[in-house]
């Protein structure tokens, strides 16, 4: 296999085995390799050829890892970081900032200590923090950022998306009103909201948050684990969102594919010497390099890959409607989720077909209907037709 020449071929929807299909739109009626770029009659089929509807990326397999990281570093311009400082690292942080139009950006090995560190620095001695109930940050981090920062997240809005002035206004006032005045420090929004459906945070609300908070003094950050869709679902860009932001965090592991890490991006005056409380909380791997190396190549085509991946969607959606056995819901204010319901399936069975025939699924939980089907870029590996044949398929047995 020729790695360089899969390392060459520049843009990945252009040439990449890792979107078999696209590959094989610009080589009809030919088979790609595993990895190596360019057509060759039925060579391996079975690495980089899944698609499913379960992760935020192709939830790229440990084999299959190995070979994208062996691939990428093949070409020799990747080099070692230091404790999670320079080489490789530094080229992430540097691309990312410039993505998400911040001054500096710093690689954390886990988005859950992104957040914590976000608002902690963002908070300083302004220790009330205003959150959303169904935030990670709340709702799955433990107590985290109480026990280890010392920080009081209040939480807000139980089962709701989207934070607005109405809700955190009262808070500010009566924290600053109180007996002993508390003033807020910080106020964290995550968007999409992964427990809620992955719905997102209404657009104009954010924007009048972020005024208000401003004219407050309260500093604010972003839950941006899957920042990068937002755009395909609102209209408005990247930018768009993170500018009403002090600091941001995106997933590196979600849609860009690398074994875990995070991006904090924010000023230079928030960013910089921010490594130092990274290393105190255990987060400055000796070696971070093989964690996020092969992020750097999803990183610039990702919103154009997103949009072909629901571009498929769509196809495969109409497809199933069409056969009519199969019924579609999405949500009003979702992005990356829509949900199926079959009637008269065995789910399981249905799933264990599929999936042999080369597509995964996640059965519905034991008393509920709906497959949850989530929408990545593994789609673009399959042509749609192709891939709402094997679903259809895999009723008749
Ligand atoms: C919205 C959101 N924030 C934060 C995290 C935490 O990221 P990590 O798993 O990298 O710690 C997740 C993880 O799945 C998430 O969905």
């Not at 009659?41 to 397999?61: C, K």
């Not at 990312?96 to 090995?109: D, H, I, N, Q, S």
Request: no cysteine.
């Amino acid at each position: 296999m020729d790695r360089r020449r899969f390392l060459a071929a520049g843009g990945l929807t252009a040439a990449s085995p890792l979107f078999a299909h696209a590959a094989t739109a610009a080589f009809p009626g030919a088979r790609t390799t595993a990895i190596g770029g360019q057509a060759r009659p039925e060579a391996t089929p079975t690495m980089f050829t899944q698609v499913n509807f379960i992760a935020d990326g192709l939830n790229l397999r440990p084999a299959e890892y190995a070979a994208l990281l062996a691939e990428t570093v093949a070409g020799g311009d990747v080099e070692a970081d230091n404790y999670s400082l320079g080489g490789a690292i530094e080229q992430l942080e540097q691309t990312f900032a410039r993505l998400l139009g911040k001054e500096a950006a710093m690689f954390v090995p886990t988005g859950t200590l992104a957040n914590h560190l976000a608002v902690r620095t963002l908070a300083g001695n302004d220790r009330r923090v205003l959150v959303q109930a169904e935030s990670h940050l709340y709702a799955d981090s433990g107590d985290g950022a109480t026990t280890l920062s010392g920080l009081n997240l209040i939480p807000l809005l139980p089962g709701a998306v989207t934070l607005t002035v109405d809700d955190v206004r009262p808070w500010v006032e009566r924290s600053v009103g109180g007996r002993v005045p508390g003033k807020i420090g910080a106020i964290s929004v995550e968007s999409p909201v992964r427990r809620l459906g992955h719905r997102m945070a209404d657009f104009s609300e954010l924007q009048r948050l972020s005024t208000y908070a401003r004219g407050q003094g309260i500093r604010m950050h972003l839950d941006g684990a899957r920042l990068f869709n937002l755009p395909q679902h609102s209209g408005h860009t990247v930018h768009d969102y993170t500018q009403l932001f002090d600091t941001v965090y995106v997933s590196l592991w979600k849609h860009f594919n690398a074994a875990s890490g995070a991006i904090l991006a924010g000023d230079a005056a928030l960013i910089n010497g921010l490594y130092h409380t990274r290393r105190m909380f255990g987060g400055s791997l000796p070696h971070a390099w093989p964690q996020v190396a092969v992020a750097q190549r999803f990183a610039a085509t990702y919103q154009q890959d997103y949009a072909k991946a629901w571009q498929a969607a769509e196809a495969i959606i109409a497809q199933l409607r069409a056969d009519g056995r199969f019924a579609i819901r999405k949500l009003e204010d979702g992005t990356s989720l829509f949900y199926m319901t079959v009637a008269g399936a065995d789910h399981q069975k249905l799933a264990a077909r599929a999936r042999a025939r080369g597509v995964t699924l996640a059965p519905p939980p034991s008393g509920q209907s709906e497959f949850t089907m989530q929408v990545n870029t593994s789609l673009l590996r399959m042509p749609p037709a192709k891939v709402a044949g094997v679903l259809i398929d895999a009723l008749a047995g």
